[in-house]
Structure formats: structure tokens, C-alpha cells
């Protein structure tokens, strides 16, 4: 049984649907939920349910590795990226190389890197006129958006989405997709 950490910078949809799927596995569990933010709605749902939490601060995450300390505390194994925005340091991708997994709600290698996350990314895709986005989830390394793709997923734009509309789209795809993805991921291990 492996064991998950989840960071998160937001609501924590994703983070939720990785907890609840991973009560049934019988390869890993959430067993942490790391937050960069402290009002951050993932860890009212850690807490909902009884997972542990550990908040980051800017200067702690990339000035030393001592966080490192509490990861091996814990235990993990694999760790997961659901709408986590702090760029992954060096240190953090070294110690956990081909275990750290992202999403990302396009399809890479467009519309990421650096300010392309959560509507923005929308924003873009329905500017350009695009036909179709999807998610994309990906290995991480010390860039933004650049690790090897693990697995894609396709939607429509339509005709008179907005980004909001897209996003909606794109997220309920990401739900569907993700917990098996990761899962998937963990059996390789
Ligand atoms: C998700 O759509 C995820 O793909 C995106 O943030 C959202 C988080 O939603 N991530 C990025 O944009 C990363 N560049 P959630 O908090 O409800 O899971």
C-alpha cells in the first residue's frame, strides 16, 4: 500500500475525488494533503476526511529541503499535483524523480508554463478559437508543464463557450480520468 500525498493550492475537487477513489484501492491511500495556502478549501476536505494536512510557506519550500523531513516522516511514496500553482523546486523533483505526477486542464505542449493555470487556461484556449482541450497529466520536473505525458483526454469546445463553460467541461473530464490515472501510475512502481 502506497502512500499519497496530495498538494493543492485551491478548492480541491480533484483532491477529493483522489481521496474517496483511493479508500477502495488496494494500492495506495491520501494519506497527507499539503496546502501552500492556508484558507485553502483542499484542507476543509482533508479534514472532512481525516486525512492529515501540512501547510508550506514560500521561504520553507524554496530556500531548504527540510520538507523533505516530513514526506519520509509520513511515509510517501508517490506524490500528486491537483491544482498545485508553486513551480516544483529542484530538491523536491531530485528525491521524488518519476513519482511526482500533475494535471494540467489542457492539452500540453500548448497552453502551459508559467501563469497558465485554472481559468486562464481557459481564457486562452476559447480566444484562440480552439475545437478542442482536454486534460493533460504528466510527469513532473523542475519546469512548469514539461514533464513526459503520462495520459490525454479530448473534449469539444462548442460554439459559444465561455471560458467558464470550457472549464466545466475539462474538470468533469479530470475527475473521471484522474484517481485511475495515478492509480495506474502506482502500479508501475
Ligand atoms: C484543475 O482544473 C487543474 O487542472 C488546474 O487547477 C484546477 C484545480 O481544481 N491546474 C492547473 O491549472 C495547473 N497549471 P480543483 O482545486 O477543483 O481540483
Excluded at 99 to 108: F, G, Q, S, T, Y
Aim: overall charge neutral; glycine content about 8%.
Amino acid at each position: 500500500m502506497k502512500n499519497i500525498a496530495v498538494f493543492a493550492s485551491g478548492t480541491g475537487s480533484n483532491a477529493r475525488k483522489l481521496i474517496e477513489y483511493f479508500k477502495q484501492s488496494p494500492l495506495g491511500r491520501v494519506s497527507l494533503v499539503v496546502s501552500n495556502k492556508a484558507n485553502a478549501g483542499v484542507l476543509d476536505i482533508a479534514r472532512e476526511h481525516g486525512v492529515e494536512t501540512a501547510l508550506i510557506t514560500r521561504a520553507g519550500f524554496y530556500e531548504n529541503d527540510d520538507f523533505l523531513q516530513v514526506l519520509r516522516e509520513k511515509k510517501i511514496d508517490f506524490i500528486v499535483l491537483a491544482g498545485f500553482l508553486w513551480l516544483v523546486p529542484a530538491w523536491l523533483v531530485k528525491a521524488y524523480r518519476g513519482r511526482i505526477v500533475n494535471i494540467h486542464p489542457a492539452l500540453l505542449p500548448k497552453y502551459g508554463g508559467k501563469g497558465m493555470y485554472g481559468i486562464h487556461v481557459h481564457e486562452a484556449v476559447v480566444a484562440a478559437g480552439e475545437r478542442e482541450s482536454g486534460i493533460t497529466i504528466h510527469q513532473v520536473n523542475e519546469h512548469y508543464d514539461e514533464g513526459d505525458t503520462i495520459f490525454q483526454a479530448r473534449c469539444p469546445v462548442l460554439p459559444g463557450d465561455t471560458a467558464a463553460d470550457l472549464a466545466k467541461r475539462v474538470l468533469t473530464l479530470e475527475h473521471r480520468h484522474f484517481p485511475e490515472v495515478v492509480e495506474q501510475a502506482l502500479a508501475t512502481l
